[in-house]
């Protein structure tokens, strides 16, 4: 631990700021944390991680059953908050930036709920990562109280939330198909 309460970071590590993508792609939890190495894109890794999970969902979810995809959304958030946390402990950094399964995650739950077809989704993309990196309260209230993996998934679901209600009404107005 450090003066601040905080973990040190890994001492293999050279930059905490900067992992190498030999560091992430050395252990399974590291792998998901920054989203199968989308993590590691800079600039916005938290959006490279929205496209990935939109990539996952075209190829493998979008035809999963209702009651499958609550079960993968709830362990996919419950091994996000063991990933995040592990990662942020590793890394000294509780929510590092290349830390985006949460977006991931995220994405699934807004493209789950939101009308099939490309306009659609795209909607939801952009309506998630608008309030993901806005963050409105109650986000940034959690993005603020918990600092650890909790927090890492929860603020984002929380955006995605929001993205829903606005895509909902936009699509009562008429707006969105």
């Known amino acids: 631990m450090t ?13 905490p700021r900067r992992p190498s993508a030999a560091w992430v792609f050395a252990r399974p939890d590291r792998i998901i944390a920054f989203g199968f190495g989308s993590g590691l894109i800079h600039p916005a890794p938290g959006t490279w991680g929205t ?6 969902w075209f190829l493998f979810l979008r035809h999963v059953p209702d009651a499958g995809m609550a079960v993968i959304l709830l362990l996919a958030f419950g091994l996000g908050c063991w990933v995040a946390q592990r990662c942020g402990d590793a890394l000294g950094i509780p929510d590092h930036g290349g830390i985006n399964w949460d977006e991931i995650v995220a994405i699934w739950l807004v493209l789950w709920l ?8 795209l909607a939801g993309v952009v309506l998630f990562r608008i309030f993901d990196i806005l963050k409105p309260p109650p986000v940034s209230v959690f ?6 993996g909790f927090g890492v998934m929860i603020d ?13 009404i936009l699509i009562r107005l008429g707006v969105l198909p």
């Open 156 to 168: 984002d679901i929380v955006a995605a939330l929001y993205a829903l209600l606005v895509a909902a």
């Open 143 to 148: 993005d603020r109280r918990f600092k650890n």
């Open 114 to 121: 939101m009308p099939a077809g490309f306009w659609s989704q």
């Open 3 to 15: 003066r601040s309460g905080a973990r040190a970071p890994d001492p293999q590590l050279p930059d």
């Open 51 to 56: 496209l990935a999970g939109w990539l996952l």
